[in-house]
């Protein structure tokens, strides 16, 4: 059925992505719908007054993008709690791939929230579409969840994974002392950091097209000229991006050399 943009509700604890929204996908599924692709139905709940959105938060934007007022979509009857199940494969199988923070979010809102309780880690894999052992491990991370786990493993602000010992936690005896936190740098992939190289400079080209068509020259020029800070931010992105792509063209050698 054709329900009318406006009247639906975009619930971020629902729909919500850890990076949040990624513009160059609505500007790619616009210029698809412009061009007359037929995307599929997005997916809602409804209890007969509000509609929740399960999925389908890029193809409403784009839609939006395209001055449509109505978008196609399947509808199950339900509340709120039905839209936050639904939710649990959001973009599985199709959609911008989900991130691993995504899966986490989706296994943790199953650990901790009091309605699935009961659910067996089986049970909250399949409604997440992924794995036994990812569960598990969440089980082993989340501290309100039982477990028989006595060492933690977590991510530091630093972006490395410390193991932390919790037999002590909770207990009396201050003169067992904790065991010594254990750190493991982790290196992210060169391929997946090219690849968000890639869509961070899809997104600068989207903004700036945006802000050549939308304004006058004059007035781009201004705005930097008014506000130093910003222009001299600018410079220095703009000067780090060009020394980085000159040390791929021709190594990474110090300017003094």
């Known amino acids: 059925m054709d329900v009318t943009i406006e009247e639906i509700t975009v619930d971020v ?10 513009f160059v996908t609505v500007q790619t599924y616009a210029d698809r ?4 692709d037929v995307f599929p139905p997005i997916k809602l709940v409804s209890d007969g007054d509000v509609f929740w959105l399960v999925d389908g938060q890029h193809r409403i934007e784009a839609a939006k993008k395209v001055n449509s ?26 959609g911008r791939p ?22 067996s880690s089986c049970e909250i894999a399949r409604k997440c579409k992924v794995s036994d052992v990812f569960v598990a491990k969440m089980k082993g991370l989340t501290p309100n969840v039982w477990s028989e786990k006595t060492e933690r493993t977590y991510t530091t ?7 932390m010992d919790t037999t002590n936690i909770g207990s009396n005896n201050k003169e067992q002392k904790p065991k010594q936190i254990q750190i493991q740098s982790i290196k ?3 391929k997946d950091l090219w690849w968000q190289y ?13 802000i050549a068509v939308n304004y006058e020259e004059y007035d781009i020029r201004v705005t930097l000229e008014d506000d130093s800070f910003l222009r001299e931010s600018i410079g220095k992105a703009v000067d780090l991006h060009i020394d980085f792509i000159e040390g791929v063209k021709n190594g990474f050698q110090s300017k003094s050399n």
């Open 13 to 22: 604890e629902i729909v919500g992505r850890s990076n949040g929204l990624d």
């Open 33 to 36: 719908m412009e061009a007359g």
């Open 69 to 94: 007022e109505k978008i196609e979509a399947n509808v199950t009857h339900g509340d709120r709690w039905d839209a936050l199940e639904m939710s649990g494969d959001n973009n599985a199988d199709n």
């Open 98 to 119: 989900r991130t691993n923070e995504d899966k986490r979010q989706k296994v943790l809102m199953f650990l901790e929230g009091e309605r699935w309780k009961d659910l």
């Open 157 to 163: 602000k630093h972006g490395t994974i410390a193991t």
């Open 188 to 190: 992210p992939a060169v």
């Open 198 to 210: 890639h869509n961070l400079l899809l997104k600068a080209n989207i903004i700036s097209k945006t």
